[in-house]
């Protein structure tokens, strides 16, 4: 029995919650999986997982046993990279959760990662609400905001600001407004993730100003408020990387530019084991390049950027 690819589908079964994902990851039945959980079983002489028609969970002797695996995997992980022994090509999938923004930043750049990558494949997991990345089987997450769950690693790459914008042809009907206290004379389109979603927030720390909008249009998906926008229904409040191309073509004009917003922490999230797979590393490694391009892009037209 190779016991280290046992223990290692065992940790990928506790973090994912599902026989079936460590089987697409590692491109084999979902048997199979479960011949390694059983065959760990009866190698120890004990039960390590509870199974259940809806979800698995660890027994007490299931927890010793990913304590102790852990540590020895991530041992032997460091012997292959320090040996050289870590595949050229990291295969196999990985999960990337993101919100709407991000993954207009990423979708058409990632065919690059994947054909210098023959055997990897990565799914956008595209969602606004935030989640648990455990529950969601993701092996990494990009979100805006401070994050305050110590379960995680949080790499910090830059700082998402946010613009006011509106299509020409909605300036055209009913003008701009030349501060924010008159965005109240103005159709909002409200991306609604959660209380306040109303509230738009300007200027910095020292001098903040906060502005409750209205208007006829609110969605919980930031791809239907950026179409709302572009169609020249009302004025909205978007990520700079969502928008920038539609700036630089003139369906979208930026609004109260001399008020800008308070830039959010843009993180990457990911598990705490202290390695990473080489097809998550390759992923993420990937997904900060992209983003150090575009904010270098972003300050070579003069644009705000994400710092």
């Not at 026989?19 to 199979?32: L, M, Q, T």
């Not at 003008?175 to 979603?197: F, K, R, W, Y």
């Not at 843009?266 to 900060?288: D, N, Q």
Request: aromatic share 4%; net charge neutral.
């Amino acid at each position: 029995m190779d016991i280290v690819s046992a223990l290692a589908s065992l940790v990928r079964v506790t973090e994912t919650g599902s026989f079936s994902a460590v089987a697409r990851e590692r491109d084999v039945s979902k048997a199979a999986v479960a011949r390694q959980i059983a065959v760990l079983e009866q190698h120890f002489g004990v039960r390590l997982l509870h199974r259940t028609t809806r979800k698995l969970s660890l027994t007490d002797d299931g927890q010793m046993l990913l304590g102790l695996a852990r540590p020895v995997l991530d041992g032997i992980e460091t012997m292959e990279a320090a040996l050289g022994k870590q595949s050229a090509s990291p295969v196999g999938l990985v999960r990337v959760g993101m919100m709407v923004a991000a993954s207009h930043l990423l979708a058409p750049r990632l065919p690059a990662l994947l054909a210098s990558r023959p055997g990897l494949k990565v799914e956008l997991v595209v969602s606004d609400a935030f989640g648990d990345m455990i529950e969601d089987r993701l092996d990494l997450a990009m979100r805006i905001g401070e994050i305050t769950d110590a379960s995680v690693i949080a790499r910090r790459i830059g700082t998402a600001a946010r613009v006011v914008v509106a299509a020409p042809s909605y300036i055209d009907r009913h003008g701009q407004p030349s501060n924010p206290a008159e965005l109240g004379a103005h159709a909002c389109i409200v991306h609604d993730i959660g209380p306040n979603s109303d509230i738009w927030t300007f200027g910095g720390r020292e001098s903040l100003q906060e502005v409750r909008v209205t208007g006829g249009f609110l969605a919980n998906d930031g791809s239907a408020v950026h179409f709302a926008a572009r169609g020249g229904y009302g004025i909205a409040f978007l990520p700079l990387v969502q928008v920038v191309d539609d700036l630089r073509r003139g369906e979208l004009v930026r609004v109260l530019s001399d008020y800008p917003s308070p830039g959010m922490p843009f993180s990457l999230l990911y598990s705490s084991r202290r390695h990473l797979a080489p097809r998550t590393r390759a992923v993420m490694e990937f997904i900060i390049k992209q983003v150090r391009l575009i904010r270098a892009e972003l300050s070579a037209s003069s644009e705000e950027a994400i710092v």
